[in-house]
């Protein structure tokens, strides 16, 4: 089971995520319901995906996907991700900060994969709002609750940042310059 921060704070997730198979076969489509699917589904099914009867559609990017391969779909998605295999991979810091800046993506960008609570704070300032914490199995009820409030505070982690970032362009410096001015 996982733990979903949107936006800071703990939320429901209705999105349910489809993965290929272990022989690389992709799942079939349900009729309804909010489905987070990988590219390469989105790539050969998407009309099929936008055509059912109900649910939103998203996308979920690999590590080595390029952003680029949904830029001209992001009108059509509610929601992207970005997954991280390994808590020590950091390709997706990039991949959400050209979501945002070059591709102009305005909607939920979801971390999903080994996120910890140490990555929260920076996985913000690169763009992204809602993150999918791994758990782990057999964890009881009121340890989770616990683990997931202690996980919220890692956004007063840091009271200021000299580097520019998605939520803050300016650097430190020239902020303290127009405050100043």
Same mark, same amino acid.
């Not at 009867?53 to 998203?58: E, H, L, N």
């Not at 059509?76 to 991949?95: K, W």
């Given at each position: 089971?996982?733990?979903?921060?949107? =936006?800071?704070?703990?939320?429901?997730?209705?999105?349910?995520? /489809?993965?290929?198979? +272990?022989?690389?076969?992709?799942?079939?489509?349900? @009729?309804?319901?909010?489905?987070?699917? @990988?590219?390469?589904?989105?790539? /050969?099914?998407?009309?099929?995906?936008?055509?059912?009867?109900?649910?939103?559609?998203?996308?979920? /990017?690999? !590590?080595?996907?390029? @952003?680029?391969?949904?830029?001209?779909?992001?009108?059509?998605?509610?929601?992207?991700?970005?997954?991280? @295999?390994?808590?020590?991979?950091?390709?997706?810091?990039?991949?959400?900060?050209?979501?945002?800046?070059?591709?102009?993506?305005?909607?939920? /960008?979801?971390?999903?994969?080994?996120?910890?609570?140490?990555?929260?704070?920076?996985?913000?300032?690169?763009?992204?709002?809602?993150?999918?914490? =791994?758990?782990?199995?057999?964890?009881?009820?009121?340890?989770?609750?616990?683990?997931?409030?202690?996980?919220?505070?890692?956004?007063?982690?840091?009271?200021? +940042?000299?580097?520019?970032?998605?939520?803050?362009?300016? !650097?430190?410096?020239?902020?303290?310059?127009?405050?100043?001015?």
């Amino acid at each position: 089971m996982a733990t979903l921060i949107r =936006n800071a704070k703990l939320a429901h997730d209705s999105w349910q995520r /489809l993965e290929a198979a +272990a022989d690389g076969g992709l799942p079939s489509i349900p @009729p309804q319901g909010d489905l987070l699917v @990988p590219l390469k589904l989105w790539q /050969l099914s998407s009309s099929a995906l936008l055509g059912r009867p109900s649910g939103r559609v998203g996308v979920w /990017l690999a !590590p080595q996907e390029d @952003p680029a391969l949904i830029a001209d779909s992001l009108d059509a998605l509610a929601l992207i991700a970005v997954h991280f @295999p390994q808590f020590t991979d950091g390709r997706g810091y990039s991949t959400a900060r050209l979501l945002r800046e070059r591709y102009g993506w305005k909607g939920e /960008l979801r971390a999903i994969g080994d996120i910890q609570r140490d990555q929260l704070f920076y996985l913000s300032r690169v763009g992204f709002d809602a993150f999918e914490l =791994n758990d782990g199995i057999d964890v009881p009820q009121e340890d989770l609750l616990r683990s997931a409030q202690a996980a919220l505070s890692a956004f007063g982690d840091f009271s200021e +940042a000299y580097q520019t970032s998605v939520e803050r362009p300016l !650097p430190l410096f020239r902020r303290r310059g127009a405050e100043v001015a």
